[in-house]
């Protein structure tokens, strides 16, 4: 079941009318942010797997 667009339009009327159109540019740069820091967060992630992983490699050749 596919929206037609005029169910589009009126949920794009609802949500102007619930935050305004100076309030969406803000909720988006909101959204960006967080984005940015989530992705931010997983490549620290990954890069701290990375380093565990050698940490433990050379443990194993020193015994």
């Not at 667009?5 to 540019?25: A, E, T």
């Not at 701290?48 to 020193?62: H, L, Q, V, W």
């Amino acid at each position: 079941m596919t929206p037609s667009i005029w169910q589009l339009v009126i949920v794009l009327i609802i949500v102007l009318l619930l935050f305004g159109r100076g309030k969406i540019p803000q909720l988006m740069g909101d959204m960006a942010k967080g984005l940015k820091a989530f992705k931010k967060g997983m490549s620290n992630e990954d890069e701290n797997k990375g380093e565990s992983k050698i940490e433990n490699n050379t443990e194993e050749d020193k015994k």
